[in-house]
Nanobody, 126 residues
């Protein structure tokens, strides 16, 4: 099993940056693909970004491309989401998630992720 704890959320103005972090604990964390999802009030949870086990391959939602960067540090069992040029529509609860994957597969579907953090709130004011 994997336990995930997010941090780094907050209230910022449009155009600002935030860096979310997720600390993972458990067995063989490096064997899991890691990702970020978000959920706004009244909307379904949506994919933001994910990274392969080794960290060398990433995937992004269209809304994230060019502004967000996902990275992981397997020595520290952490995954980060650097978010730049934030917009009010980025306001959401952001969740870290882990998916047991084979080799360099990059999980992107919510159903692939079996472990979830409790979420961290990001609010972007206009």
């Amino acid at each position: 099993q994997v336990q995930l704890v997010e941090s780094g959320g907050g209230l910022v103005q449009a155009g600002a940056s935030l860096r979310l972090s997720c600390a993972a604990s458990g067995r063989m964390v490096s064997r899991y693909g890691l990702g970020w999802f978000r959920q706004s009030p009244g909307k379904e949870r949506e994919f933001v970004a994910s990274v392969s086990r080794g960290g060398g391959q990433t995937e992004y939602a269209d809304a994230s491309k060019g502004r967000f960067t996902i990275s992981r540090d397997n020595a520290k069992n952490t995954v980060h989401l650097q978010m730049n040029n934030l917009r009010p529509e980025d306001t959401a609860v952001y969740y870290c998630a882990a998916a047991w994957v084979i080799s360099s597969v990059i999980p992107t579907r919510e159903s692939e992720f079996g472990y979830w953090g409790q979420g961290t709130q990001v609010t972007v004011s206009s």
